[in-house]
């Protein structure tokens, strides 16, 4: 006898979680089918986007600039502090031994004054301001004392000079430690960009970058080069020695620069000596805020918080040391926010 059973009818709760399921996925499907495919950033974007970063590391790196001078200021000044408080305390104890002397001498003559013996066995500073302690002794054995406390103040003086600078030091290594990460990610993300070129497009970069820098040469040496004088010129003279050095954060020369440390090894080469960073150098001379009153060799300091410098080179062109990337070259004084100039 046949079955007459009806068929087992799916569950509601499955029904609706197989439409949902359904659902979402035709919903992902369209989603996926109307999105525009990611675009890749153009050569220009890439250049805008490269161009900033790399001038964030260059704020950087002046502040790297300045903590790294910081730094070997300091150990300078610790080095001195420290040999002197050596040959001080070399001095103490000299001191120390002729007042041991005086006191043996005073033993064999006919006995030592007990006020004698606590000096030599501790620390004279409180003897010394009590005036019966003075009256039992002789005036050159009070010249002594006086001798050794006054050494003694300076030695404790010079430690604690010393301790500070130690501890500034310190902090100061650490500030070099952040500004050189600092500078480093920059240029590595800088890098990152530049690599999704093709070689087509890096190469087309370079042209424009080629191109732009030899109108700045022949525009500079047209009228520039002919009226460079004095120190200042002979600075610039210096500077064009090095046309086609790399840009490398930190560096003063011979073979590689930073922006201040090209001008600052320029104006070294003409027997001047000017600070190392841009700020500082913004305020080593005489400012010409008029771009047509400046004369070849000024230094040229560009945006607001004066993290690049330059040398003037004539006819409104620079000869500097760009960024990451690129080598001393000219480039028109309109490419930058130019601040004002500085004659040294």
């Not at 790196?61 to 040959?87: H, S």
């Amino acid at each position: 006898m046949a079955s007459h059973r009806r068929p087992k009818q799916p569950s509601r709760t499955r029904v609706t979680v197989l439409t949902t399921a359904a659902a979402a996925a035709v919903a992902l499907s369209s989603q996926a089918a109307n999105a525009a495919p990611s675009e890749k950033p153009s050569k220009d974007e890439v250049k805008s986007k490269v161009d900033k970063l790399y001038e964030e590391a260059e704020k950087a790196t002046e502040k790297y600039n300045g903590a790294k001078e910081k730094q070997d200021k300091l150990e300078k000044q610790i080095g001195t502090l420290q040999d002197n408080v050596a040959r001080g305390q070399e001095e103490l104890n000299t001191l120390r031994d002729g007042l041991g002397s005086l006191a043996t001498a005073q033993y064999r003559s006919g006995g030592i004054d007990p006020s004698v013996q606590l000096f030599l066995s501790s620390d004279p500073d409180d003897f010394l301001d009590q005036a019966s302690t003075l009256d039992q002794l002789s005036g050159q054995q009070v010249e002594a004392l006086k001798k050794i406390q006054e050494k003694q103040r300076s030695l404790a003086q010079q430690r604690e000079e010393a301790s500070a600078k130690l501890k500034d030091l310190a902090d100061t290594r650490t500030e070099l430690g952040k500004k050189k990460k600092e500078v480093q990610g920059k240029l590595a993300e800088a890098q990152k960009l530049l690599n999704t070129l093709t070689a087509k497009e890096k190469a087309a970069l370079d042209a424009e970058q080629a191109r732009a820098s030899r109108t700045s040469e022949r525009s500079a040496l047209d009228t520039g080069g002919k009226s460079a004088s004095g120190r200042a010129g002979a600075a610039y003279s210096a500077a064009q020695t090095k046309l086609g050095s790399p840009y490398v954060y930190g560096a003063t020369g011979p073979s590689s620069f930073d922006c201040s440390g090209l001008t600052s090894w320029a104006y070294a080469q003409a027997g001047v000596s000017i600070p190392r960073t841009s700020q500082e150098q913004a305020n080593a001379g005489t400012r010409i805020y008029s771009q047509s009153d400046l004369q070849v060799g000024d230094l040229v300091i560009f945006y607001d918080d004066q993290h690049h410098v330059g040398l003037y080179a004539g006819n409104g062109q620079v000869i500097h040391a760009p960024r990451t990337g690129t080598v001393v070259r000219y480039e028109s004084i309109g490419n930058m926010p130019f601040q004002f100039g500085v004659r040294i």
